[in-house]
């Protein structure tokens, strides 16, 4: 069974450039998490999505920052106009239902010079 | 919200047993408790989960009081690879209640040789 998958596991971006990371969950999951980590900081909870309904934005900025998981493909977290403090992993995890067991992608390392 | 408070880091070395105690005050009734191990680039990995009393998996167990007001990650013989960062989370279990779990910075296990 193939894991969380992301991709790309590394983007660079120039300021003002428009960052979007993908998601594939477990083959049957139908929730999705995005977290933001800073360097040496805990994960930070970004937005809770069902297919095709977002449940929890409150993590999110309330600019620049939207997500989706449509019925087909994977989940998109997208940053516009990005900035240097958007610099940092992202994480996305999958859960077959809404329990605790939250199985993670690899991240994606997001740069932005 | 619940928040957890745990250690910043701790020591061992190989073939010791690490426990790692995690305070939850504020826990409630229909709280579990679970812990993460995250590995530097990688994302978290699910350990174990448990509600009350102990609970042991092939990789660790989990020791709860009976006021769950903390709980205790045994690691038992710890090797080399042990060495990451690990997290303590309380939350729901049950649909649409992974939102509310909040990652603080977990303890960071060095074992030495």
């Known amino acids: 069974n193939a894991g969380v998958m992301q991709n790309p596991r590394h983007l660079v971006r120039r300021r003002g450039q428009e960052a979007r990371l993908r998601c594939s969950p477990v083959k049957g999951h139908s929730h999705v998490y995005w977290y933001r980590q800073l360097p040496e900081e805990g994960l930070k909870f970004m937005v809770y999505l069902q297919k095709e309904n977002i449940i929890d934005e409150s993590g999110m900025p309330k600019e620049r920052f939207s997500a989706e998981f449509p019925k087909e493909g994977p989940s998109i977290l997208r940053i516009q106009q990005v900035v240097r403090g958007d610099s940092a992993a992202y994480f996305c995890?999958?859960?077959?239902?809404?329990?605790?067991?939250?199985?993670f992608g690899p991240g994606t390392r997001l740069t932005v010079l | 919200l619940a928040k957890t408070t745990q250690p910043i880091s701790m020591d061992s070395y190989e073939g010791q047993e690490v426990n790692i105690t995690c305070s939850h005050n504020?826990?409630?009734?229909?709280?579990?408790i679970t812990w993460y191990q995250q590995f530097p680039s990688q994302g978290p990995r699910f350990i174990i989960q448990?509600?009350?009393?102990?609970v042991t998996n092939e990789v660790a167990s989990l020791f709860i009081p009976a006021d769950r007001k903390s709980s205790t990650l045994s690691l038992p013989r710890v090797s080399l690879s042990d060495t990451a960062v690990y997290y303590c989370?309380?939350?729901?279990?049950?649909?649409?209640?992974?939102?509310?779990?909040?990652w603080g910075l977990g303890t960071s296990l060095a074992v030495n040789p």
């Open positions: 448990g509600y009350k009393t102990k």
């Open positions: 995890a999958s859960s077959l239902w809404g329990n605790n067991e939250q199985f």
């Open positions: 504020n826990i409630a009734t229909n709280d579990y």
């Open positions: 989370l309380v939350g729901a279990s049950g649909a649409g209640n992974n939102r509310k779990l909040i």
